[in-house]
């Protein structure tokens, strides 16, 4: 075993603080909201947002359901206490958490 690696050894946790990082789950909930909020801005007639409002006809198959992106993002913005509006404004005024 290499004495000197174990011993200058520093935790991710303590270098993410130092180097000032957000942590990964912040930052995709920050991506993800950011899309949303674009979203949200399309006109109603765009495929894009289409797309987001469609619902799939049938059922789903057997097991647990995979979460749809709706459902993540609807999450973050609990996660943050946001409403519709509120993350319209949080991208604009906050920069989308930069």
Do not use: F
């Amino acid at each position: 075993m290499d004495v000197w690696r174990e011993a200058t050894r520093v935790p991710s946790k303590v270098l993410s603080e130092r180097l000032g990082l957000d942590d990964i789950i912040s930052v995709l909930q920050q991506n993800r909201l950011r899309w949303y909020v674009h979203m949200l801005q399309k006109e109603d007639n765009d495929w894009v947002k289409k797309c987001m409002e469609y619902e799939v006809e049938g059922a789903r198959p057997r097991g647990r359901p995979k979460k749809t992106w709706r459902e993540i993002v609807e999450k973050d913005c609990k996660a943050r206490r946001l409403n519709r509006e509120d993350a319209m404004s949080w991208i604009v005024v906050d920069g989308g958490g930069r």
